[in-house]
Protein backbone atom coordinates (compact mmCIF):
# COMPACT_ATOMS: atom_id res chain seq x y z
CA UNK A 1 0.00 0.00 0.00
CA UNK A 2 2.86 2.67 0.39
CA UNK A 3 4.43 1.22 -2.41
CA UNK A 4 1.11 2.50 -3.89
CA UNK A 5 0.43 5.61 -2.43
CA UNK A 6 4.73 6.57 -2.99
CA UNK A 7 4.16 6.25 -6.82
CA UNK A 8 0.64 7.85 -7.09
CA UNK A 9 2.33 10.60 -4.75
CA UNK A 10 5.41 10.88 -7.79
CA UNK A 11 3.37 10.62 -10.64
CA UNK A 12 1.57 13.53 -9.30
CA UNK A 13 4.31 15.78 -8.94
CA UNK A 14 5.23 14.72 -12.59
CA UNK A 15 2.29 16.30 -13.83
CA UNK A 16 1.82 18.82 -11.57
CA UNK A 17 5.58 20.62 -13.25
CA UNK A 18 4.50 19.86 -16.55
CA UNK A 19 2.91 22.96 -17.92
CA UNK A 20 1.42 22.26 -21.33
CA UNK A 21 0.75 26.05 -23.01
CA UNK A 22 -2.78 26.59 -24.76
CA UNK A 23 -2.63 28.83 -28.10
CA UNK A 24 -3.34 32.59 -27.46
CA UNK A 25 -4.78 34.86 -29.40
CA UNK A 26 -1.93 37.48 -30.28
CA UNK A 27 -2.76 41.20 -30.80
CA UNK A 28 -6.44 40.88 -29.20
CA UNK A 29 -7.13 43.42 -25.94
CA UNK A 30 -7.46 41.54 -22.37
CA UNK A 31 -11.23 41.77 -22.01
CA UNK A 32 -10.83 39.95 -18.23
CA UNK A 33 -8.83 38.29 -15.53
CA UNK A 34 -9.80 34.52 -14.51
CA UNK A 35 -8.33 32.82 -11.38
CA UNK A 36 -8.67 29.81 -9.90
CA UNK A 37 -8.79 29.57 -6.22
CA UNK A 38 -8.87 26.88 -3.55
CA UNK A 39 -10.10 28.21 -0.34
CA UNK A 40 -10.21 25.78 2.96
CA UNK A 41 -13.69 25.33 4.08
CA UNK A 42 -14.42 25.60 8.22
CA UNK A 43 -18.21 24.62 7.86
CA UNK A 44 -17.79 21.16 5.99
CA UNK A 45 -15.49 18.58 5.69
CA UNK A 46 -13.89 19.11 1.92
CA UNK A 47 -12.69 21.84 0.32
CA UNK A 48 -13.54 24.14 -2.61
CA UNK A 49 -11.90 24.92 -5.53
CA UNK A 50 -13.78 27.55 -8.30
CA UNK A 51 -13.38 30.09 -10.68
CA UNK A 52 -13.20 33.94 -10.19
CA UNK A 53 -13.50 36.67 -12.93
CA UNK A 54 -13.00 39.75 -12.87
CA UNK A 55 -14.22 41.96 -15.97
CA UNK A 56 -11.39 44.92 -17.33
CA UNK A 57 -13.58 46.02 -20.55
CA UNK A 58 -15.57 48.92 -20.26
CA UNK A 59 -18.53 47.31 -21.58
CA UNK A 60 -20.21 43.99 -19.94
CA UNK A 61 -19.09 40.46 -21.18
CA UNK A 62 -20.55 37.29 -19.96
CA UNK A 63 -19.08 34.45 -17.78
CA UNK A 64 -21.08 31.53 -18.91
CA UNK A 65 -24.46 32.37 -19.04
CA UNK A 66 -23.57 35.34 -16.27
CA UNK A 67 -23.50 38.97 -17.66
CA UNK A 68 -20.84 41.18 -15.76
CA UNK A 69 -20.99 45.04 -15.50
CA UNK A 70 -17.87 46.76 -16.93
CA UNK A 71 -15.62 46.64 -13.88
CA UNK A 72 -17.95 43.81 -12.34
CA UNK A 73 -17.54 40.31 -11.21
CA UNK A 74 -18.13 37.11 -11.10
CA UNK A 75 -17.40 33.95 -8.91
CA UNK A 76 -18.47 30.53 -10.74
CA UNK A 77 -18.26 26.60 -8.85
CA UNK A 78 -20.01 23.43 -8.49
CA UNK A 79 -21.46 22.17 -5.22
CA UNK A 80 -23.27 19.29 -4.08
CA UNK A 81 -25.34 18.72 -1.38
CA UNK A 82 -24.43 22.17 0.41
CA UNK A 83 -25.68 24.48 -2.91
CA UNK A 84 -28.65 25.97 -1.80
CA UNK A 85 -30.75 24.73 -4.56
CA UNK A 86 -29.14 21.29 -4.70
CA UNK A 87 -26.50 19.65 -6.91
CA UNK A 88 -24.89 21.82 -9.40
CA UNK A 89 -22.89 25.26 -10.98
CA UNK A 90 -24.15 28.19 -9.33
CA UNK A 91 -22.81 31.73 -10.00
CA UNK A 92 -21.64 34.51 -6.74
CA UNK A 93 -22.43 31.59 -4.42
CA UNK A 94 -18.50 31.78 -3.21
CA UNK A 95 -18.76 35.54 -2.66
CA UNK A 96 -22.28 34.87 0.00
CA UNK A 97 -20.49 32.10 1.83
CA UNK A 98 -18.00 33.84 4.52
CA UNK A 99 -16.98 30.16 6.33
CA UNK A 100 -14.05 29.99 3.62
CA UNK A 101 -10.77 30.75 4.54
CA UNK A 102 -7.07 30.52 3.60
CA UNK A 103 -7.46 31.52 -0.45
CA UNK A 104 -4.94 30.49 -2.49
CA UNK A 105 -5.55 31.16 -5.79
CA UNK A 106 -3.49 31.75 -9.42
CA UNK A 107 -4.57 33.96 -12.17
CA UNK A 108 -4.59 34.68 -16.33
CA UNK A 109 -5.55 37.59 -18.22
CA UNK A 110 -8.16 36.32 -21.07
CA UNK A 111 -9.10 38.13 -24.27
CA UNK A 112 -12.34 37.30 -25.98
CA UNK A 113 -11.38 34.24 -27.65
CA UNK A 114 -10.01 33.10 -24.53
CA UNK A 115 -13.42 34.07 -22.62
CA UNK A 116 -15.22 32.49 -25.50
CA UNK A 117 -13.49 29.00 -24.94
CA UNK A 118 -13.63 29.45 -21.08
CA UNK A 119 -17.36 29.83 -21.33
CA UNK A 120 -17.88 27.34 -23.77
CA UNK A 121 -16.73 24.79 -20.61
CA UNK A 122 -19.48 26.71 -18.39
CA UNK A 123 -22.27 27.04 -20.09
CA UNK A 124 -23.62 23.47 -20.38
CA UNK A 125 -21.78 22.16 -17.06
CA UNK A 126 -24.02 22.09 -13.95
CA UNK A 127 -23.79 18.83 -12.21
CA UNK A 128 -21.60 17.77 -9.45
CA UNK A 129 -20.42 14.39 -7.81
CA UNK A 130 -16.92 13.25 -6.18
CA UNK A 131 -15.45 12.54 -9.46
CA UNK A 132 -16.69 15.17 -11.75
CA UNK A 133 -16.72 17.29 -8.88
CA UNK A 134 -16.03 21.53 -7.98
CA UNK A 135 -12.29 20.65 -8.62
CA UNK A 136 -12.90 18.96 -12.18
CA UNK A 137 -14.85 21.86 -13.32
CA UNK A 138 -13.21 24.46 -12.14
CA UNK A 139 -10.19 22.87 -13.48
CA UNK A 140 -11.55 22.21 -17.10
CA UNK A 141 -12.95 25.30 -17.46
CA UNK A 142 -9.18 26.78 -16.37
CA UNK A 143 -7.38 25.05 -18.88
CA UNK A 144 -9.63 26.36 -21.98
CA UNK A 145 -8.63 29.75 -21.26
CA UNK A 146 -5.20 29.53 -19.88
CA UNK A 147 -1.37 29.94 -20.83
CA UNK A 148 -0.49 27.07 -18.42
CA UNK A 149 -2.87 24.03 -18.00
CA UNK A 150 -3.22 22.18 -15.10
CA UNK A 151 -3.72 18.46 -14.45
CA UNK A 152 -7.23 17.53 -13.18
CA UNK A 153 -6.18 16.13 -9.71
CA UNK A 154 -10.12 16.17 -7.97
CA UNK A 155 -8.63 15.78 -4.29
CA UNK A 156 -9.20 19.11 -2.95
CA UNK A 157 -5.72 18.98 -0.51
CA UNK A 158 -3.49 17.94 -3.91
CA UNK A 159 -5.17 20.45 -6.29
CA UNK A 160 -4.28 22.90 -3.40
CA UNK A 161 -0.47 21.55 -3.60
CA UNK A 162 -0.43 21.96 -7.34
CA UNK A 163 -2.16 25.64 -7.54
CA UNK A 164 0.56 26.76 -4.73
CA UNK A 165 3.38 24.91 -7.51
CA UNK A 166 2.35 27.14 -9.95
CA UNK A 167 2.80 30.63 -8.26
CA UNK A 168 -0.65 30.95 -6.56
CA UNK A 169 -0.84 33.86 -4.10
CA UNK A 170 -2.40 34.51 -1.08
CA UNK A 171 -5.54 36.50 -0.37
CA UNK A 172 -5.09 38.38 -3.77
CA UNK A 173 -8.49 39.97 -3.45
CA UNK A 174 -11.34 40.67 -1.03
CA UNK A 175 -13.96 37.74 -2.26
CA UNK A 176 -16.55 39.67 -0.29
CA UNK A 177 -16.17 43.47 -1.16
CA UNK A 178 -18.46 45.25 -3.70
CA UNK A 179 -20.34 42.13 -4.94
CA UNK A 180 -24.33 43.21 -5.11
CA UNK A 181 -24.90 40.43 -7.52
CA UNK A 182 -27.23 37.81 -6.77
CA UNK A 183 -26.87 34.01 -6.69
CA UNK A 184 -27.69 32.39 -9.23
CA UNK A 185 -27.80 28.41 -10.29
CA UNK A 186 -26.92 27.83 -14.15
CA UNK A 187 -30.21 26.59 -14.71
CA UNK A 188 -31.85 29.74 -13.90
CA UNK A 189 -30.18 31.57 -16.47
CA UNK A 190 -30.90 31.38 -20.37
CA UNK A 191 -28.14 30.11 -22.57
Known sequence: MKK??????ALLML???????????????????MWLCSKINTKDPVD??????????????KVGRFT????????????GSTGPKGFGLYYNLETERDYYVDMLAIATRLTQSELDAVNKKIVNYN?????FNCIFF??????????ERLPIIIFPALMRRIIKNNGAQYEPFNLYKNNPNPVYKQTELKK
Do not use: Q
Request: charged share 15%.
Open 4 to 9: ITAMLL
Open 15 to 33: FSLTAMPASAASGEKIVAR
Open 48 to 61: HCFLYFENFSDKPI
Open 68 to 79: VPAGGTVSVGTF
Open 127 to 131: WWDPI
Open 138 to 147: AVRAWNAGAD
